[in-house]
């Protein structure tokens, strides 16, 4: 497995990434315990050295499962979690709100530390900016938690320029987590020099386009209950319809690279920068070894050139999320 550092960080980390959210949450029922522990090490064999869980996946669940599989190999592996729901009421990041006052997070930490079984969390994210904490605070506690070594690593997630620019001033910070595909692609407007310029890493979740740049979902998908896509504009079925000109393109080029649309996906990412480490989800075997093969994709620069051409000229139907949530990004 190639391996990456995120930014000037000393953090190096397996070129992919695994997202492990779907696992326990937002992509229907959670799945079973022990093929989800199979799958987790399955991955550190194939050389994946890079999890991604939260607090409120669950909320709680998922870093109980990452934790109790991971660790007979802990130190083998960098695991990332998040902090910053109010995990008090409704805890579905959904409908819970933001809250990173000091003592939240210093609760968090405390509490994802037992969870995922360690002693010290390798990169700890703010899950969703909060306005109503200013960032130095936030950023502030977070180095004071580092230097008790109870943390590694600071990020955030979602988060604006200004707010990352204040962020790093206090605290550096390691890498920024975003969502970033073919399928959404504003992070190139300001977010990806800004952090270029600061040396962090960039962390892409999502980078499938929740699984509509595999080729697999066309407009006839149906989602089961619990799945999160069935609220999001971008699935409805005109748009699925709408935006299948993006998968045609992607299957355009695997075929003639002898890859999978998802493999191209993958790769184009890979490409626009060496400090970029997407983290794509899965619950499959067999998907975890299509998104791996990703790494023996090599796409030239005329081969960028292409897709970038034609990637421009197509135009994405749907918001990415409900406005409620797009209301949290970017902030």
Partial sequence: MQQRTLGLSNLTVSALGLGCMGMSYSYGPPRDKGEMTKLLRAAVDRGITFFDTAETYGPYTNEELVGAALAPVRDQVVIATKFGFD???????????VTSKPERVRAAVEGSLKRLRVETIDLLYQHRVDPAVPIEDVAGVVKELIQAGKVKHFGLSEAGVQTIRRAHAVQPVTALQSEYSLWFRNP???????????????????????GFLTGTIDATATFPDGDFRQNLPRFTPEALEANQAMVDLLATIATRK???PAQIALAWLLAQKPWIVPIPGTTKLSRLEENNGALDVELTAADLREIDTAANAITVHGNRYPERLEQMTGR
């Fill in 188 to 210: 190139e407007k300001e977010v990806i020099p800004t952090l270029e310029e600061l040396g962090i890493g960039f962390v892409p979740f999502s980078p499938l386009g929740r």
């Fill in 258 to 260: 002898h890859a999978t």
């Fill in 87 to 97: 995990l008090g009421g409704d805890s579905r990041p959904g409908q819970a709100g």
